[in-house]
């Protein structure tokens, strides 16, 4: 065998040791009220921008609502600190709908269930690590 041949069976053996090892995130969100639109899930690794600007967010998950339950299973992160904000968009806008007081009219949900009386939560509050596998469960919260 030349060194080049056994340079890349090591890199081959190498990067399939990695897909085999990855971690694997679970949200199961449940509390879902409705199958129409799409639930749009907002993953972040840092306070800034959390929960409200999307472009600070470090990956977007759209995924399709079913009555009661809906899980994602992604190995497409790295071991960290995340939290997540989500909401049911049921009318398509890709935004959360509110009403004249400014309250939700759409399903929306934070990691850890964090909530502010006074606000939205903080990343600290909805920050979890992620280290091995790691299933999170989120409720759907309703006005």
């Known amino acids: ?5 056994i340079s890349l069976y090591f890199l081959l ?8 090892h990855a971690q694997t995130l679970n949200v199961e969100i449940n509390k879902v009220r409705s199958n129409k639109g799409n639930i749009l899930l907002s993953v972040y690794n840092a306070e800034k921008g959390f929960p409200y600007e999307s472009t600070s967010c470090i990956k977007i998950f759209t995924l399709k609502p079913q009555i009661g339950k809906v899980v994602l ?21 890709r935004k959360l ?6 309250m939700p009219k759409e399903g929306y949900a934070f ?5 502010n009386f006074l606000g939205l939560p903080s990343f600290k509050s909805a920050s979890f690590h ?3 596998d790691t299933t999170v469960y989120i409720n759907m919260k309703h006005f």
């Open 13 to 20: 053996s190498i990067s399939s040791s990695l897909t085999l």
């Open 130 to 132: 992620f280290q091995t």
């Open 73 to 93: 299973t992604t190995k497409d992160l790295p071991k960290g600190i995340y939290a997540i904000a989500l909401f049911h968009d049921a009318d398509g806008n």
């Open 1 to 5: 065998m030349s060194l080049k041949t």
């Open 97 to 102: 709908s509110t009403n004249m007081l400014g």
């Open 111 to 115: 990691s850890n269930d964090a909530s």
